[in-house]
């Protein structure tokens, strides 16, 4: 019998179209090598005369399923690694495998096309488009690989739901909290079903109890769905929240350990009082 195409063949999309984006099963990948492996990264960078070597010789391993925190001082190589990892930036020296494909030789346009694919990027500040409602953010990845509108509504609606997001699709980014938009941005990083999510001080912007409320979904993202997270954070409190923490010096890993009893923050916000009622925030119906 023929048939039907999934929306791989139509546009490159990893996910298939009608397939539940992260469904039972989604864990139980089978075990392989490394979704990332960094060996011997350097990069330096050159302005004018001057050359700053921000990383050197950085060798770093990630494994399906992990949650890792990325701490260390300002100006010790995060972002640089991260921006490496994310595609957005080739190292100068060393070997880059994303999910055993070298990255590192490849041009632009290819790296570009690589990380619209396996890359879910989360902002310190959001990064919303502002006139535009929690749906259409979220439907924007899924735009640039061509996915065809009803499988981008299908897909978007899921990844709000999954963050618990689900009644606000049609908000705009002003009509909602802090923590409520850095939820659409979770499910924006989602949509495509990436390797890796990266989150660059993802609650840098947020107050205490919106921060637990950030790591509780990427917690349950982690732990109900397998998905593999790399988060920079200049906290010790959120990387507890995390299962390893890699800690950068002057552009070298200082270390690198597994955390023993990482915090849950499902328990921590249950036992907070509720939050009081904000202008935005009509969830509370019943006080
Ligand atoms: P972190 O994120 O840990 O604060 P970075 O990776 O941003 O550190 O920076 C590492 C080093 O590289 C710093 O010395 C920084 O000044 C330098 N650096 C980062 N980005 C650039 C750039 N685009 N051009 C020149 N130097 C840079
Ligand atoms: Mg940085």
Not at 160 to 166: A, D, P, Q, R
Not at 194 to 206: K, M, R, S, W
């Amino acid at each position: 019998m023929f048939e039907a195409k999934t929306i791989n063949e139509f546009a490159g999309s990893d996910v298939a179209a009608g397939a539940p984006l992260f469904g039972v099963g989604s864990v139980a990948q089978p075990e392989t090598g490394p979704l990332i492996s960094l060996s011997h990264i350097h990069k330096v960078y050159r302005m004018g005369d001057v050359d700053i070597h921000a990383l050197h010789g950085i060798s770093l391993e990630i494994h399906r399923g992990e949650f890792v925190a990325i701490m260390g001082s300002s100006g010790s190589g995060k972002s640089t690694t991260m921006n490496i990892v994310g595609c957005l930036d080739k190292p100068t020296r060393g070997h880059y495998f994303l999910e055993d494909q070298d990255v590192s030789t490849l041009s632009k346009d290819e790296l570009a096309d690589i990380r619209n694919r396996k890359i879910g990027f989360v902002f310190q500040g959001f990064n919303l488009l502002s006139r535009t409602s929690a749906l259409e953010n979220v439907e924007l990845p899924m735009l640039y690989l061509g996915v065809k509108t009803a499988e981008r509504l299908r897909r978007a609606k899921e990844a709000l739901e999954l963050v618990g997001l689900g009644d606000r699709l049609d908000n705009m980014p002003n009509q909602l909290s802090g923590g409520q938009q850095q939820r659409v941005a979770i499910a924006r990083a989602l949509v495509n079903q990436p390797t890796i999510i990266l989150a660059d001080e993802p609650t840098g912007n947020l107050d205490s109890r919106t921060s637990v409320e950030v790591m509780d979904v990427f917690q349950y993202l982690n732990r109900e769905h397998g998905i593999t997270i790399a988060l920079v954070t200049h906290e010790p409190d959120i990387a507890e929240y995390t299962k390893r923490v890699v800690v950068f010096k002057d552009g070298r890993i200082k270390r690198d350990q597994q955390v023993a009893s990482p915090r849950s923050a499902r328990e921590e916000l249950d036992k907070l009082p509720p939050p009081g009622a904000d202008a935005f925030d009509d969830e509370d119906e019943d006080e």
